[in-house]
Structure formats: C-alpha cells, structure tokens
C-alpha cells in the first residue's frame, strides 16, 4: 500500500508548476487548507521561488488565514534572500490584514531586503517606521540599513545612522563599524574614516582587517600617504597581520605620494609575510618607480613579475615605458612595446602617445649620433 505524500509535498509540487509570480487565484487550489505553511515556506525558499510564495500569502490573507509571525518572518527572509525588496514590503504592509502588528523580526527581515537590493533610502525610511510604530531597531536592523547607505556609497546617511545608534542603549559590532568606515571610503571622506575608527576604539569595538583596510583605502583615494601608512603600521600592534588587500591599499598610497622607496619596501614586506604578488600591488609599485624616475627599478619589476607568475597587464607596461621615456632610455621603452604586442595587449590612447614620444625621440637621437659620426 502506498504512503501518502503529506499535504505540503504535495502542495510543493503542484506550485513548482506554476509560472513566476502566479496570481492568487492561480495558487489558491494548489494548496491544501491543512498544509503546513512553514514547511512549505522552507522548501519554497530552497528552490528559489519566492515569487511563489509571496502570492501564496496573498492568497491566504483573502481568505480566513492560520498564518502567524513566525510565517510572515519566514516569507520576508525569503523575498529578501531573492532581492525582491518590493515583494518584502508588501508582505510587511499586509501583517495588519490579519490582525497583527510587524514585530522586530519582520522589519529586520525587509530593510535586510532593501539593503540586498540597493534599496537604501527605503531602508533608511523603514527604520524612521519603526520608530514611529515604537518598534526601535536592533543592532540587525541598523547593520542592514548603514550596509544599504555603504553599497550606494551614501556616507553622510551611513554617518546619521551611527549617530541615531548612539542616541540608543546599544553598542556597535566590528561589522556595522566596518561598513560605516567603508562607505566613507566609497566616499573619500578619509576624516570620517579616521573619526570612525577612533569611535570604535572609545566604544571598546576592536576594528578589525576588514575596518583597516576600508580606512586605509580611504586615505589612498584621498591621497593621504602618510595616514595610509601610519594605519598600516598600527595593524600589528593591534594584534593584525596585513593581508594582501592592505598592502595594496597603502602601495597605491605611497605611488600617489610618490613614495617610491615605501611602495618597494611595502613589496619585499609581502614577500616576507610569505602573501602572493598581484598584478595591482605590482603595477602600483611600478607606477611610484615611474614617478621617482626609478627606471631600472621598473624594468626589474617587471622581471619580478615574470618569476612570479603574475602577468603584467597595460597598467604595469605603460607605467614601466612611462619610467624609461622619463629617463630618455628610448630603446628600452620601444622593447616594451615590442613585448607587449607579442602578449597581444592592446595599448590605450596614453600608450600610443608615448610609442609615439619614444619614436620620434630615438630617431632624433640617432640622427643626431649620425651627424656626429659624421663630423
């Protein structure tokens, strides 16, 4: 005798079938009365069909409804697992329908919506509602809102938000912390980065790589070479080891500082710290070489790369030929080009102009060693 399937499988089944964003009507007699809504939920959410499940709780609220919190929190986390901030908040707006009010969990779950979708000034608004629904937002809800003004690089929202967190009992994590500094960064407001990061060090908030990097990355965007390495060299001391992104970081600091003894001397540091060479560090410390009229340092550069198995790419050629046009090494510059149309790397409109400097300069040159030869 054959097992029946219980009524959420067999309500599954039958609304896979469905196309996306079926219409109430549509799901309504695929599901049984007696089908256990958080189940089905689950197996919904694994198969990616949030859509789905948003028109099964419409369908639901038009007719007398067993759905509970729980369930709503559920069908939120899914629509904001899928990025359908809109769906998220309209489950959030029908709540009431059934005689309930959104509680913590529900609007943790849509402002997490709209931060995965980009959506940040919904998310921002959303939590103003939750104020004036006098449900204050958790630490959840706060991250997810400053992480929605970090993506969009909204640094002075991000800034608000950290001092609406502050007017609260609660103390920021590393990670909202973090994505605060980072929008900073996004912004280039390397002060407001420095600012955070002393906050979170008042706040008994130890920063992290992850803050470190973002701060780093926002005096390098500044061009604040100094501040760059100075965080650098405050991550051991805090108990951090750099990671690669670090030395990248504060290596393009120091080439837009024209730092090129750092920059070199950041590069041998990576090696001892035993991290891997990418092609970004390398050509940023070929660029700081350009700019300190360190061609030979640039040429063997280039060889370091080759040794290492990182290809160079038009950023690193053009900024090796840059150093050997500066130092008037014609020849070298031309080999380069050479070299570059063998690896079939496509030179832009500033590496034309400098094939073309490097051109017109040798055959200067070698009509002037003519006519003295001549003489």
Not at 38 to 59: H, P, T, W
């Amino acid at each position: 005798m054959a097992v029946a399937k219980p009524t959420w499988a067999a309500s599954l089944v039958r609304l896979l079938g469905l196309s996306r964003f079926p219409r109430p009507d549509e799901v309504r007699p695929s599901v049984e009365r007696s089908v256990d809504v958080a189940k089905l939920v689950r197996r919904l959410q694994q198969e990616n069909r949030a859509d789905v499940i948003c028109s099964l709780f419409n369908a639901m609220i038009e007719e007398t409804s067993t759905l509970d919190g729980p369930h709503f929190t559920l069908a939120i986390s899914a629509c904001a697992k899928s990025s359908l901030w809109a769906q998220a908040l309209s489950l959030l707006n029908s709540i009431p329908a059934v005689r309930m009010d959104p509680n913590i969990f529900h609007f943790s779950a849509a402002v997490s919506a709209c931060e995965k979708a980009s959506q940040w000034p919904r998310a921002v608004e959303l939590l103003r509602f939750m104020w004036q629904s006098s449900v204050p937002p958790n630490l959840v809800t706060f991250g997810a809102a400053v992480s929605a003004c970090e993506k969009a690089g909204e640094w002075t929202k991000a800034l608000q938000l950290m001092e609406a967190l502050e007017s609260t009992r609660l103390h920021g994590d590393v990670v909202l912390y973090s994505a605060a500094i980072s929008s900073c960064e996004k912004g280039t407001q390397w002060l407001q980065a420095l600012a955070l990061l002393q906050w979170m060090s008042s706040a008994q908030c130890l920063p992290n790589r992850v803050s470190f990097s973002a701060a780093i990355s926002a005096c390098e965007k500044a061009w604040q070479w100094q501040w760059a390495l100075h965080l650098f060299r405050a991550m051991p001391a805090a108990g951090l080891a750099p990671q690669a992104i670090s030395f990248s970081a504060t290596i393009s600091a120091c080439e837009k500082g024209e730092q090129w003894p750092f920059a070199l001397q950041l590069l041998r540091e990576m090696s001892s710290a035993q991290l891997a060479y990418d092609v970004f560090c390398c050509s940023a410390t070929i660029s700081a070489c350009e700019k300190g009229s360190q061609w030979l340092t640039a040429l063997d550069l280039l060889e370091l790369m080759q040794r290492q198995q990182v290809s160079p790419n038009l950023i690193s050629y053009t900024a090796a030929i840059a150093a050997c046009a500066r130092a008037q090494q014609w020849r070298y510059a031309l080999h380069l080009f050479d070299v570059m149309r063998q690896r079939q790397i496509s030179a832009d409109h500033i590496c034309r102009n400098l094939l073309l400097q490097c051109m017109s300069n040798q055959k200067i040159y070698e009509l002037f060693k003519s006519s003295k030869g001549e003489e």
